[in-house]
């Protein structure tokens, strides 16, 4: 009986660090893949880490989205396991991923067009009150 392959967490990591500047620019994946020769089936593959980004292509892709190729891997996990202290502050990873949905997305953007430096401590607290509860 076949099992699933599981996404190496860096190539996992990778795709959506590429989603996130992809969707930062407002391209499509097919604008992108186009730029690089591919089919958007295959960015998509790329961004969900079930294909491994070549260094040449990851290259082509840095270029398209005007990022340098370390861009990437900025807060990339470690490769050995490392236990998680409670309360400790989530890992880039979690920063990563919850960047790459659109609701993140949407959210960062909105609250970083309000001007008020007031209002944005208001809008955290209310957040933070708001989680409290839970």
Known sequence: MPTKKVPNPIDKYVGNRVRER??????SQ????NAVGLTFQQIQKYEKGANRIGASRLQQIAEVLSVPVPFFF????Q????LQIVGE??????LTEFLATSDGLALVNAFRR?????????????????????
């Not at 097919?30 to 893949?33: I, M, N, R």
């Not at 502050?89 to 979690?94: A, I, L, N, R």
């Not at 309000?114 to 839970?134: F, Q």
């Open 22 to 27: 992809r969707k930062m620019l407002k391209m």
């Open 30 to 33: 097919g604008k992108l893949g």
């Open 74 to 77: 900025e807060g990339a996990p």
């Open 79 to 82: 490769s050995s396991a490392r």
């Open 89 to 94: 502050v989530p890992s880039p990873t979690y």
């Open 114 to 134: 309000i001007k008020n430096v007031s209002v944005k401590r208001c809008i955290v607290r209310l957040v933070e009150e708001l989680t409290d509860d839970e």
